[in-house]
């Protein structure tokens, strides 16, 4: 894993935007616990969304599993996805919504550094078909200081 050396000055990072850090898109005990437990296990230096997002799935996955009673039938499996999600804030690190075709629905986290100081992420709800929809799933959503926007992407919901 690379890391740039800016020696803790974020200010020579002003401008960067990129996906949200961990810390910021579920700052939860549940979350303090799996960055401390993953960092430990796979000696890493940070958690990143991406062990989040697939530690997730891999949760899901299992999930579904279970519901569906069965290890091999992978459309029942599939099926069950529908069932176990939105899993309750307090067993999920992060939001899943559900499953569409083939993608698990989960919205899209992106961070900027600005003034030598991160900003507050911002995430894009891009499933939803209406502002009443977008509203429910930002309920659903424990609150930890993100901006939320609606951003329904046409066609690729079908």
Wanted: hydrophobic share 40%; charged share 25%.
């Amino acid at each position: 894993m690379f890391f740039f050396d800016f020696n803790g000055d974020l200010n020579k990072l002003n401008g960067v935007m990129g996906v949200a850090r961990v810390r910021d898109i579920g700052p939860r005990p549940i979350m303090d616990k799996f960055v401390a437990r993953y960092t430990k296990e796979y000696n890493q230096p940070v958690a990143t969304s991406e062990n989040i997002l697939n530690y997730c799935a891999m949760r899901i996955l299992a999930a579904a599993m279970e519901s569906a009673g069965t290890t091999e039938d992978l459309l029942a499996i599939k099926k069950a996805i529908d069932n176990v999600l939105p899993m309750e804030p307090e067993k999920r690190l992060i939001y899943y919504a559900g499953i569409l075709g083939t993608r698990l629905i989960v919205p899209a986290s992106v961070q900027s550094i600005e003034n030598g100081a991160y900003t507050a992420p911002t995430q894009s709800i891009w499933w939803t078909k209406s502002e009443t929809e977008f509203k429910k799933i930002v309920a659903d959503i424990p609150e930890r200081g993100a901006i939320s926007r609606h951003i329904p992407l046409k066609g690729y919901t079908r």
